[in-house]
Nanobody, 124 residues
Framework: QVQLVESGGGLVQAGGSLRLSCAAS????????MGWFRQAPGKEREFVAA????????QYSDSVKGRFTISRDNAKNTVYLQMNSLKPEDTAVYYC?????????????????WGQGTQVTVSS
């Protein structure tokens, strides 16, 4: 069992930045590939970014590429999502997720553990 707790969400003006954190506990963090997803009101959950177990490989959705950066610190059991140049369309609940023994995972159905989510609101 892996417990995931997100933090760092909030209200920010368009063009601003936020850094989300996801703290993991319960298992060996470095055995899990990690991902960030988001869900806006009335929309389906969508992939944002993924990172491999070592942190050496990353992948992003086209909508955030060049603006968001995913990283991880295996010594701190934490994955981060640095979000820059935020846009109103980035407004959503952001979730981190973990999956065992994979490299980079884009499909949400392949993730085993999920956090409770953190709200990000970008005002225009």
């Amino acid at each position: 069992q892996v417990q995931l707790v997100e933090s760092g969400g909030g209200l920010v003006q368009a063009g601003g930045s936020l850094r989300l954190s996801c703290a993991a506990s319960g298992r060996t963090f470095s055995n899990y590939a990690m991902g960030w997803f988001r869900q806006a009101p009335g929309k389906e959950r969508e992939f944002v970014a993924a990172i491999s177990r070592s942190g050496g490989s990353t992948q992003y959705s086209d909508s955030v590429k060049g603006r968001f950066t995913i990283s991880r610190d295996n010594a701190k059991n934490t994955v981060y999502l640095q979000m820059n140049s935020l846009k109103p369309e980035d407004t959503a609940v952001y979730y981190c997720a973990a999956t065992y023994g994979q490299t980079l995972v884009v499909l949400d159905s392949l993730y085993i553990y999920w956090g409770q989510g953190t709200q990000v609101t970008v005002s225009s």
